[in-house]
């Protein structure tokens, strides 16, 4: 953490009340962590840190107001492949938590199964788990951010999807 730094300065002297009132309204705001393009393929036993875990609902699109699970981490490991720098990008695992007919996964209990999965990944014991605890119990899983290994890789181009995204596979909870 930087210290506070006390000097006179010229932006006050220039924005005054805008540059206060600006501050004012900032100051406190959640850090945001760019994304930094996307992580390249061939990752293998990779090590991130989990920084979120939420249900949230579609803004926008077909399924606007559906549910969907969302979990992301920071990387630790490798630092870079290659020679671009890539602690501190993020992992990303994202399942649509409504019905989705003609998908591989196609019914909420179809996707409610791939999100246990990978509770359980992260050290979620799903067994003794009541449903109206589940909200929560993602929630308390972000706050305990542990450490997981994933692999990254990427699909050969099809017709249908002939630039294929990476794809990212979280493997286990691990200690680190």
């Known amino acids: 953490q930087m210290p506070k730094q006390t000097v006179k ?17 900032h100051k406190n705001d959640e850090t945001k962590i760019p ?3 996307d992580l390249p393929a061939g990752i293998e036993d990779g090590v991130a840190q989990l920084v979120e875990c939420k249900f949230s609902q579609y803004e926008k699109g077909d399924k606007k ?3 969907f ?13 290659g020679n671009t720098v890539i602690e501190g990008r993020r992992t990303q695992i994202m399942e649509p938590l409504c019905d989705t007919p003609g998908r591989s996964r196609e019914t909420v ?5 791939w999100i246990y999965n990978q509770l359980r990944l992260l050290g979620v014991d799903t067994s003794d788990l009541d449903v109206e ?11 305990e951010a542990p450490y997981f290994n994933f692999r990254t890789w990427k699909g050969e181009p099809s017709k249908e999807y002939p630039n294929p995204r990476v794809n990212h596979t979280w493997l286990k909870a691990i200690e680190y």
Do not use: R
């Open 133 to 143: 605890e589940l909200e929560a119990t993602v929630e308390a899983l972000k706050e």
């Open 69 to 81: 699970f969302y979990a992301a981490g920071v990387v630790v490991e490798p630092k870079k492949v």
């Open 35 to 37: 994304g930094g393009g």
């Open 109 to 113: 209990e179809d996707h409610l199964a």
């Open 9 to 25: 300065t010229s932006l006050v002297g220039k924005l005054g009340a805008k540059l206060k009132k600006a501050h004012e309204a």
């Open 65 to 67: 107001g559906e549910y």
